[in-house]
């Protein structure tokens, strides 16, 4: 990977302070090329030949879907904005079509990588572990008569062949869809073209029946999971096109994909009824505009022109491969029964405190509870609004809803709590990029139950984690509040490392309520009790800590600061920590993903280091650190340090201020993730990351292996 240009400081005489401006753009990095840097991470997981051989299939398709997302969000925009003409430079200095430019040079260098590591490498060691991905014209004559058969009686109906000539207009071309470009000619002789959609309510992946007689769609139902042949299902489709094109000559048929603009842009002041909108805006994704043009490179440019013309793309937003389209359908070679072939298992369990507890609220009452997913069970979240449905001392639920995932247990609890009398009050956010319509579903399910559901404050996104319980004890009324860095989804929480804390702290449970009033009701509030809340005092409550760390260090040195999130990309944080960096305080990042920030920089930025986790969970967990002059402080949260998330998301930050939770927290998540030497990248001044490496003769620190061996349950 090509290197970027590191910033040329001015000279200084030895012992000069010169004066550095810190809005000079060498001293950022674009978030668009950083973001590909993170992807890049994503498949350098593929290439590792340590993982286990479907892990690594795992994150090809992951890399895939990243890059699906990408241009669907982020290529689009800058199209747009291109379109427009916006000549507008980001904080690095890089119009619109100079990030679209390197973006595509980036990309080629990925791809062919991607191809290369698919075609001999991961693909022929599928091979020989008994997993085996063939050619339809490889395939016994029996079994291509059976997949003939399969295709007459199954596939054949669905299909719907699409002419092109001046009879039959251009076809649309769904975003995402795997199509055939097809060539015949007739009687005539002359040429024609049409396109086939490869209908994606089948497997990409078709078993292979044995080669004996035998019904292969009874087949492939029967072995889900079992099978170890396959064929491409546009494969089947390819050389079965003889069916669909009665007398006319097949000439050739080549594969092709397309991507188009996905991102929904709202008026919500406009919009009489925001669920209605965006299910419209759902459909109308299907018709963005078309943002890549994937071809297999045997296309002739006579095809690839009339696909170019037609869709109306840039030649520059075509990628051609020699590899299969649609990568990220190999997620589904993750699912067959070959456990030797992933990561060994774990079951999680519940923290002692409240595993050995008579019911959940005596053991939160006692104690706050930290749990660490996937480490620890999401069940007693789960259990936790379960309990409260029931309890009848319960009074009422409050909960924020993101991404929920179906057959949410989740939900289903806050259903039964309506249904037992409980006040119930759900603020879910159907602009969740891509889980709109799951949470247009669930919001329809639950006003249909009855519960009051909220769809947050206009303009914003409710990114935050909290659910509230109110409780009548005695003559008292008490309040229960879990707070997390997570979505309430039990699969993503197997997966994704998050962190949640369960409390009884009246401060908390005040601040809770009163940010669900903002939430439903009318609130100008912004500074809480112990809640760091965006978009109000939470940019500002993190840049004064910033700055308290620059005044405590400069009085009595040992400032440190130690943040682990998802991005940085907020151009006045990462202002502050250059200053905190100027000053001497010790600075060190974790950002899993984009960071805009460049460590190292002489005079800048020298005390500031950067490291970036890829491994078998997605590090998802927020913690900002603040060494606070001996009396630390610890924040934990859903927010990034991103301009969306700090000036336009509804974002809960909170402190763990129980000392033996906060000492968890800094040995055993935070130091131990900065420790890590194994899937630990750094990211050098030039922009690009190096594998951290243990010292010479030194130990490995794997902190997501050390995590599932060590962690401790008894939180």
Avoid at 275 to 302: K, N
């Amino acid at each position: 990977m090509e290197k970027e240009r590191v910033m040329e400081l001015p000279e200084r005489d030895e012992g000069e302070a010169a004066a550095v401006d810190l809005n000079d753009p060498g001293l950022y990095i674009n978030r668009e090329l950083s973001w590909l840097r993170f992807d890049w991470r994503v498949l350098e997981e593929a290439m590792n030949p340590e993982a286990p051989l479907l892990e690594r299939v795992k994150f090809l398709s992951i890399f895939a879907n990243n890059l699906d997302e990408f241009f669907m969000i982020r290529v689009s925009g800058l199209r747009e904005q291109e379109a427009a003409g916006v000549s507008d430079l980001t904080n690095d200095g890089m119009t619109p079509a100079e990030q679209l430019v390197e973006i595509r040079r980036v990309l080629l260098t990925y791809l062919d990588t991607l191809c290369e590591l698919w075609n001999h490498d991961v693909l022929p060691k599928l091979g020989e572990a008994g997993i085996h991905i063939l050619n339809y014209n490889g395939l016994g004559k029996r079994q291509r008569a059976q997949l003939r058969n399969y295709f007459e009686e199954q596939i054949f109906p669905v299909l719907t062949p699409l002419a092109f000539d001046p009879s039959h207009p251009w076809p649309h071309i769904s975003n995402l869809s795997l199509n055939l470009a097809v060539v015949v000619k007739g009687k005539d002789k002359a040429e024609k073209f049409a396109r086939l959609k490869v209908p994606d309510i089948f497997p990409r992946f078709l078993p292979v029946p044995d080669d004996e007689p035998g019904e292969l769609w009874q087949y492939a139902a029967a072995s889900r999971g079992k099978a170890t042949s396959f064929v491409r299902l546009e494969e089947v489709v390819a050389m079965n096109l003889d069916l669909l094109f009665p007398g006319m000559k097949i000439t050739a048929s080549y594969p092709f994909r397309i991507t188009r603009d996905a991102d929904i842009e709202i008026e919500e002041d406009e919009a009489a009824d925001l669920l209605s909108t965006i299910e419209e805006e759902i459909e109308m994704r299907h018709f963005g505009t078309a943002v890549r043009l994937e071809i297999d490179d045997t296309m002739p440019d006579r095809i690839r022109n009339i696909l170019i013309n037609n869709l109306k793309i840039a030649p520059a937003l075509v990628y051609s491969t020699d590899s299969i389209l649609g990568v990220a359908d190999l997620m589904a070679l993750c699912r067959i029964d070959r456990p030797d072939l992933k990561y060994p298992a774990f079951i999680p369990a519940a923290p002692t405190a409240i595993s050995q507890a008579p019911d959940i609220f005596s053991a939160i009452k006692a104690q706050d509870v930290l749990v660490y997913h996937p480490y620890d069970s999401f069940n007693p979240v789960v259990d936790f609004i379960r309990q409260a449905a029931k309890d009848p001392d319960v009074l009422a639920i409050k909960q924020t809803l993101y991404r929920v995932g179906p057959n949410s247990p989740v939900v289903s609890a806050l259903m039964e709590a309506w249904q037992e009398g409980k006040q119930v009050a759900v603020v879910v956010e159907l602009k969740a990029r891509f889980d709109e319509e799951n949470n247009i579903a669930w919001a329809r399910a639950l006003e249909k139950e009855g519960v009051h559901v909220i769809y947050g404050l206009l303009g914003l996104k409710t990114h935050a984690k909290v659910c509230l319980v109110v409780r009548r004890e005695g003559e008292n009324v008490v309040r229960y509040v879990h707070l997390g860095t997570g979505n309430y989804n039990p699969i993503t929480a197997r997966i994704y490392t998050d962190i949640g804390l369960f409390t009884a702290d009246p401060a908390i449970g005040a601040d809770a309520s009163e940010l669900f009033n903002a939430l439903t009701g009318y609130s100008s509030k912004e500074k809480y009790r112990k809640l760091l809340v965006a978009p109000g005092a939470l940019a500002d409550e993190i840049i004064g800590r910033i700055e308290r760390e620059i005044e405590l260090h400069q009085r009595q040195g040992g400032g440190r600061i130690a943040f682990k999130v998802n991005s940085l990309v907020d151009r006045k944080t990462i202002k502050a920590l250059y200053r905190a960096s100027q000053a001497g305080v010790k600075v060190d990042l974790q950002v899993r993903g984009i960071c805009c920030l460049r460590p190292g920089v002489p005079g800048v930025s020298d005390n500031i280091t950067v490291t970036s986790i890829v491994g078998r969970f997605l590090e998802h967990s927020r913690i900002l650190y603040f060494h606070n002059g001996g009396q630390e402080e610890v924040f934990i949260g859903s927010a990034d340090l991103m301009p969306r998330n700090l000036y336009r998301r509804v974002e809960v930050m909170f402190p763990v201020s129980n000392p033996r939770l906060k000492k968890q927290v800094i040995a055993d998540i935070l130091n131990v993730h900065l420790q890590d030497n194994v899937q630990a990248r750094v990211l050098t001044p030039d922009g690009a990351y190096e594998r951290k490496q243990p010292a010479p003769g030194g130990p490995g620190m794997d902190s997501q292996q050390w995590l599932l061996e060590r962690w401790g349950s008894g939180a």
